[in-house]
């Protein structure tokens, strides 16, 4: 049972694609401010799950913020302070860093673009770049920039240090400790890479193929290398 601190609990989400069950009875919860790793292979689960909690992917089971039962749509999913920021397809290409932000800056909050820049400020410097001219580090820190604005609750992120330099890395698990501890933030991270997982999050559930099959409450050089064991011997699968 979820303590009486929690934000988030999810309740039996499964997702089916036909009869190919991509996720199945996923529970969890989180108290406000915690990050937690989805660790696994390719086709564990993880993005399915992200779009599950956001609302983006048809599923059933529930969630709930502060003890609240979300309706299961994405636009119900976004006014409740869910934001999806996803491995792929993420930003606008054609368009410039501020007209992105722009673009993101339609739902009433107290984050504002000047707020992103703050964090960001590598994205002040790039702000009349397109996007899509962008490195990998800057569209996922506008990514982020554009998730964050309207002040959300939840932020999902979908593999964040997928094909970026380990400063990059660095410096985005950085800024990501800045965001949870100035709003507040409740993070739900998808990672296949587990040695970054305790710069990102507090602790992690193991996925394969929709199932929970092992989770750690710590993240000690013992549990880092059985996740990584699993992480690896599921891919080997």
């Known amino acids: 049972m979820p303590d009486p601190d929690t934000y988030v609990e999810i309740k ?29 292979a390719n086709g564990a689960g993880k993005s399915s799950l992200l779009g599950a909690i956001a609302g983006l992917i048809p599923a059933t089971g529930e969630v709930y913020l502060q003890k609240k039962l979300l309706p299961n749509t994405i636009l119900d999913r976004l006014k409740t302070g ?3 920021v996803p491995e792929h397809s993420k930003i606008y290409p054609t368009m410039t860093v501020s007209e992105n932000l722009a673009v993101s800056d339609r739902i009433i909050g107290h984050v504002s673009i000047d707020d992103v820049f703050h964090w960001f400020p590598r994205l002040f410097e790039r702000r009349k ?6 490195s990998g580090g ?3 820190m506008l990514a982020i920039g554009m998730s964050i604005l309207g002040s959300p609750k939840v932020l999902l992120l979908d593999e ?14 950085e800024k990501l400790g800045e965001l949870r501890a100035a709003l507040n933030l409740c ?21 394969d193929r929709g199932q ?18 699993f992480i690896v011997g599921l891919a080997a699968a």
């Open 82 to 84: 869910i934001r999806l």
């Open 187 to 207: 993070l739900i991270v998808a990672e296949s890479d587990a040695k970054w997982l305790p710069a990102f999050t507090d602790n992690v559930i193991v996925l």
């Open 160 to 173: 964040p240090s997928l094909g970026l330099s380990v400063p990059v890395i660095e410096n985005l698990a």
């Open 212 to 229: 929970v099959i092992a989770s750690f409450d710590e993240y000690t050089t013992d549990n880092i290398q059985r996740i990584e064991h």
């Open 129 to 134: 770049t397109i996007a899509g001219n962008l």
């Open 138 to 140: 800057e569209q996922q």
């Open 12 to 40: 039996n989400l499964t997702v089916k694609y036909g009869n190919t069950t991509a996720v199945e009875n996923f529970s969890s919860h989180l108290s406000s401010g915690n990050a937690l790793a989805i660790a696994g």
